[in-house]
């Protein structure tokens, strides 16, 4: 009789690219004002910000006489951080969950994960 042999699942180690987009997804952009960026505002004022992780762009327009805010930010994502399957936040904390696991930045409470 042969026996069958089960084989532990293989992980694939995550390029460095692919954690900052999962830790950017989980704990969101970290921020680094760069200047007025490649565009000019049709109004008000313009400020560029570019996440320190992932590369992420994102242009704020603001007015610097009441620092109130005009529209949304306009954001430029690097190639691969769309979500082209529209994962949820829990898929995407369990993805960034187990990579600090494997990579030994986390660890379980006393009765388990
Ligand atoms: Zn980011």
């Not at 529209?71 to 994502?77: C, S």
């Amino acid at each position: 009789m042969a026996t069958k042999t089960r084989s532990a699942p293989v992980r694939r180690r995550r390029s460095t690219v692919e954690t900052a987009f999962l830790t950017c997804r989980v704990l969101r952009h970290a921020w680094d004002v760069i200047g007025g960026g490649d565009r000019r505002p049709e109004f008000g004022t313009m400020t560029c910000l570019r996440c320190i992780r992932c590369g992420t762009l994102r242009y704020d327009r603001y007015s610097r006489i009441t620092g109130e805010r005009l529209g949304p930010p306009a954001y430029v994502w690097p190639d691969g951080y769309r979500d082209s399957e529209l994962h949820d936040m829990a898929w995407w904390r369990h993805q960034w969950a187990e990579d600090v696991y494997a990579k030994r930045l986390s660890v379980d409470g006393l009765d388990g994960p």
